[in-house]
């Protein structure tokens, strides 16, 4: 069976930087499950699966089409019980639930702040016109204005990753002693920030990086396959 997983490209289709698409690999990996990732860029979104979802990821899972990271999950734990969980029960969705809020209004905002000109700059002409479009106008400012900015954002951003250092403490996954979609969703959003910038996002002493250093080699490494810029 062919399992497809439509991927954000920049203008190097090898390029694939989405945070959300990154939660699906490595679910899917965590499962144990192949797929194919196709290299989809801005403007091509709407053409996937006949125009299925106005994002990605995309999961095409041997004709069923499922669109959303968390739905993926949620998807793919139910649909392959037999592989290893990605929640652990109940409570490990709600977790999950909690860092992808954690995640998408506290760490992804003050990224894109950071590394929104990076993106840009490993687009593909016609996707950077749309990016620069549609990012200026939802951020206020111009990429210029906020590339000029971005040192300011990078030296507070160590602040906002202060509940992760307290979670890791006690154990060294955010899942416990073994990674759980948690650890991916937070995962995605700092591999975003490795493979389209080279600012250093996160401090080399930081047990931020130890956990996120694990999370690169776990299954097989693919997550560190991934060229950092």
């Known amino acids: 069976m062919t399992r497809l997983l439509y991927a954000l490209c920049g203008a190097d289709p090898d390029c694939r ?6 939660k699906v690999a490595m679910a899917l990996a965590h499962k144990g499950l192949d797929f194919e990732e196709v290299p989809t860029p801005f ?8 125009g299925y979802s106005p994002t990605v990821p995309v999961l095409n899972d041997g004709g069923h089409l499922v669109r959303d990271s968390f739905d993926i999950a949620l998807y793919i734990e139910d649909r392959y019980p037999a592989g290893p969980s990605l929640f652990g029960g109940e409570g490990g969705r709600a977790l999950s639930r909690a860092i992808e809020g954690y995640s ?3 760490v992804q905002p003050a990224l894109v702040k950071i590394v929104v000109k990076d993106i ?3 687009l593909a002409p016609a996707d950077q016109a749309y990016f620069r479009q ?15 900015a971005s040192g300011e ?3 507070v951003f160590p602040a906002k990753l202060e509940p992760i250092r307290h979670v890791l403490k006690f154990q060294p996954y955010l899942g416990g ?9 937070l995962f995605g959003a700092l591999q975003w920030a490795r493979i389209v910038s080279s600012k250093p996002i996160v401090k080399a002493d930081d047990p931020v990086r130890d956990w996120f250093e694990r999370c690169l080699d776990l299954h097989g490494g693919r997550g560190r396959s991934a060229k950092a810029a």
């Open 177 to 185: 002693d073994t990674p759980l979609f948690a650890d991916y969703i």
């Open 43 to 50: 403007t091509a979104i709407k053409t996937v699966e006949g």
């Open 153 to 155: 954002e990078l030296a």
């Open 134 to 148: 549609s990012r200026e106008a939802r951020l206020g400012r111009t990429l210029e204005e906020l590339e000029a």
């Open 120 to 122: 840009h700059d490993r």
């Open 17 to 22: 930087f989405s945070p959300h698409v990154w």
């Open 104 to 106: 998408q209004f506290i």
